[in-house]
C-alpha cells in the first residue's frame, strides 16, 4: 500500500512539472513574438547613413553592434539593449 503512495505521489509530481514546464516555453514563446511584433510594427530603420546628417544632428547607436545606427530612439533589434543618442561632430 505504502509503495503504491510512493509511487502515485512520484508519477504525479512528474506531470506537474511537466505542465509547468510546458506554461514557462508557452509564455516565453508569446513574449518573443510580442517583442518581434512591436520591432516590426515601429517600421524603424536601422541602416542610417550618418554621413549625410548635418553636424549637431542627433542619430541613435547600440552600444554592443556599432552597425545597427537609427534616426529615432528605441531598441536595438539583434541584442534588445536601448540605443544611444549620438551628436554628430
Known amino acids: 500500500m505504502k509503495r503504491t503512495i510512493i509511487i502515485s505521489a512520484g508519477i504525479l509530481a512528474l506531470i506537474l512539472g ?12 508569446k513574449s518573443n513574438d ?9 517600421m524603424q530603420t536601422f541602416e542610417l547613413d550618418t554621413t549625410k546628417l548635418k553636424s549637431d544632428e542627433t542619430f541613435y547607436q547600440c552600444v554592443m553592434d556599432k552597425e545597427v545606427l537609427s534616426d529615432k530612439p528605441g531598441s536595438c533589434p539583434k541584442c534588445g539593449m536601448d540605443l544611444s543618442e549620438i551628436r554628430k561632430q
Request: proline share 0%; with cysteine; aromatic share 0%.
Open 34 to 42: 510580442t517583442r518581434n511584433t512591436q520591432t516590426v510594427n515601429t
Open 18 to 29: 511537466a505542465c509547468k514546464n510546458s506554461t514557462n516555453k508557452n509564455e516565453q514563446a
